[in-house]
């Protein structure tokens, strides 16, 4: 629905240097099925620090302490 409203995905596709997957993993499976051949996608080089990040972020929406 996002996509279809705004033209762009919400999630982003975030990979580390090996181009393994960190994030955005409904962005790539929408891309797949809808035939999108190209989205954008941003590199992290630490991709320890990425996670402990988006686990701090979660943890702060949820209020799990």
Same mark, same amino acid.
């Given at each position: 629905?996002?996509?279809? *409203?705004?033209?762009? #995905? +919400?999630?982003?596709?975030? $990979?580390?240097?090996?181009?393994?997957? $960190?994030?955005? =993993? /409904? /962005?790539? %499976?929408? /891309?797949?099925? /809808?035939?999108?051949? *190209?989205?954008?996608? =941003? #590199?992290?080089?630490?991709?320890?620090? %990425?996670?402990?990040? *988006? +686990?701090? +972020? =979660?943890?702060?929406?949820?209020?799990?302490?």
């Amino acid at each position: 629905d996002y996509w279809n *409203k705004n033209g762009t #995905f +919400e999630s982003k596709v975030i $990979l580390d240097n090996h181009y393994n997957l $960190l994030d955005g =993993y /409904t /962005t790539v %499976y929408i /891309t797949e099925k /809808t035939g999108i051949e *190209k989205i954008p996608a =941003y #590199f992290v080089k630490d991709p320890d620090a %990425y996670k402990a990040q *988006k +686990e701090q +972020e =979660y943890r702060a929406k949820k209020n799990i302490h």
